[in-house]
């Protein structure tokens, strides 16, 4: 499943998602399937959560259901029954293969508000430009320094976004492949800082845009459902050969998916 964070729950924590998902699965009636032993619980796996803070447009968790349900069906009562600003916006019977192992790299948007586009260009020519760059960073072990240049694949001026603002104002936007320990779009941010002097003068808001298998050639991100989509068609075309009539359809192809329209990019004050 790939659901948003939009607006004010973007400062939701993953535990706080965790336990929004939870609760809006017994609401939805959804027939979801729980571990074995004393204390069970749903069968949900999450990878690549955004951090506190940012929001996004591409967040994934994996759920296993004791039947056979309508992928969009499931969508759809999951979805109403989120709070607002998780948005459920799109579902897939998964296919043979992890969902992790397809997510490996993210698009980031940071808009940088106060920040001159020229001198936003002229920081990302000189990041891109530098063999590496280390940061540091406090997490659950204590303070880290870790190099964020390597996994920085693209990084560029979003000119004709920032024309759309009324104020001096900066967007930048970034392909980051993910490494451990993961670079998040704020240890690139410090990284400008310390090769170009980029300092904002207000919090960036960070957005993730998409996630998903990475092109080597090109850097561009490829859609994470494309193997489940490319199963599910296989299965139709199968049963219509054999004549089997269904009523309950196994999944959503890419054209029948449906999905909220993207909330407006400053909306997201806003992976």
């Known amino acids: 499943m790939r659901y948003a964070k939009r607006g004010r729950m973007r400062f939701a924590s993953h535990r706080d998602i965790a336990r929004a998902l939870e ?153 980051v492949r993910h490494t451990t320990p993961a670079v998040r779009p704020d240890d690139v941010v410090s990284g400008l800082r310390q090769v170009a002097g980029l300092a904002p003068p207000s919090s960036p808001l960070m957005t993730r845009l998409a996630q998903g298998p990475l092109d080597g050639a090109s850097g561009e991100i490829a859609d994470p459902f494309a193997a489940d989509d490319a199963a599910a068609l296989d299965a139709g075309r199968k049963r219509a050969e054999s004549g089997e009539v269904t009523d309950h359809p196994v999944s959503a192809g890419p054209e029948e998916r449906t999905s909220r329209p993207s909330a407006p990019t400053r909306s997201t004050s806003h992976e």
Request: glycine letters at 6%.
């Open 23 to 175: 609760r809006a699965l017994r609401r939805a009636g959804i027939p979801v399937a729980f571990s074995a032993g004393f204390t069970p619980h749903p069968k949900i796996s999450y990878t690549g959560a955004a951090p506190t803070g940012v929001a996004s447009e591409a967040e994934y968790f994996e759920l296993v259901l004791t039947e056979t349900a309508d992928p969009e069906q499931v969508r759809v009562r999951l979805d109403a029954a989120m709070p607002e600003g998780i948005d459920v916006v799109a579902v897939v019977a998964a296919a043979a293969g992890g969902l992790v192992d397809r997510l490996e790299a993210s698009e980031w948007r940071v808009d940088m508000p106060g920040v001159a586009p020229d001198d936003a260009a002229a920081a990302a020519a000189a990041f891109l430009a530098a063999d590496t760059i280390e940061v540091e960073r406090l997490t659950k072990k204590g303070r880290r320094r870790f190099d964020v240049r390597s996994a920085v694949l693209k990084l560029e001026v979003d000119g004709r976004a920032a024309k759309e603002q009324d104020e001096t104002y900066a967007i930048l936007r970034m392909v």
